[in-house]
């Protein structure tokens, strides 16, 4: 009896040690500390939604607005920067799986989105509109039974839904697929932020054809996607949004993708800004 106790004895002890350890474990899990010391952070970000992220014609390069907000987070961090290519649909699992640390892809926050990964404060605010043939009429209620385009995984495509329940939602892994459905007669218009459908423009040899319709679908803020539970991470990410405003360099990012000197200006009519 007395062996039988002392086995019961050092078998509850090892089970002691042993959830012991795993909590002290869990209790330590920090994905910024793992970041810093793998010496890399993967961000998850577009390789085909100009102006956000998109592959350079000459250097093959993954470049955009996205992508500067991306090395700036880097270096404040400290770590080199690896990008993750991805699309709209893939964007939240690669961040769960362990694939990307961050998703810096253009993602708006919405509730839905909170309730799985956490957002820093908004880096980008923009609105849905429609891309449709230079022809058609102006006004979005003219299109509520209409073949409609959007990109699988985005909040427009959910809009339509709402706004739109007796159109067509036509849903593409990207835009560019999108606009290729809308020019081939496919739908009658699709739905985007109102700066990538700009970008888009920008690149279309027959960008004649089409227009940008001026009401807004919805009003998008944009914010930098994080694990949940990453207290430590967020912070990094946030305070160095708010630095990036307060010194400047936020005005001048937006500047080289959305300013004066580009194709297709847009007004810069939000600040980063603390909630």
Do not use: C
Request: charged share 20%; hydrophobic share 40%; proline share 6%.
């Amino acid at each position: 009896m007395t062996v039988v106790t002392r086995d019961k004895s050092k078998i509850a002890a090892g089970l002691f040690l042993a959830l012991s350890t795993l909590s002290t474990f869990a209790a330590h899990a920090d994905q910024l500390a793992d970041i810093k010391k793998a010496g890399v952070v993967k961000v998850a970000t577009f390789d085909s939604n100009p102006p956000f992220g998109s592959v350079d014609a000459k250097t093959h390069d993954i470049v955009g607005y996205d992508v500067d907000f991306a090395k700036a987070l880097a270096k404040t961090l400290g770590v080199k920067l690896q990008l993750v290519p991805t699309n709209p649909a893939n964007r939240i699992p690669l961040l769960q799986s362990g694939k990307a640390d961050l998703i810096v892809a253009d993602i708006t926050i919405t509730p839905e989105r909170a309730k799985v990964i956490d957002f820093s404060v908004p880096y980008f605010v923009t609105g849905q509109q429609f891309l449709v043939p230079a022809g058609s009429p102006d006004k979005l209620d003219a299109y509520a039974t209409a073949r409609i385009g959007a990109v699988k995984g985005t909040t427009g495509e959910q809009e339509l839904h709402h706004r739109f329940p007796q159109s067509r939602v036509l849903s593409y892994d990207d835009i560019p697929l999108a606009l290729s459905a809308l020019r081939n007669g496919n739908v009658q218009a699709i739905t985007q932020d109102s700066t990538i459908l700009a970008g888009l423009l920008d690149g279309a040899p027959d960008k004649a054809k089409y227009k940008v319709l001026p009401e807004l679908l919805s009003k998008e803020e944009i914010g930098v996607g994080v694990k949940k539970g990453e207290a430590s991470l967020l912070k990094v990410v946030n305070d160095e949004l708010l630095n990036l405003e307060k010194n400047g360099q936020a005005v001048s990012i937006y500047n080289v993708w959305f300013g004066p000197q580009t194709k297709s200006p847009q007004p810069r009519l939000f600040k980063i800004e603390a909630k």
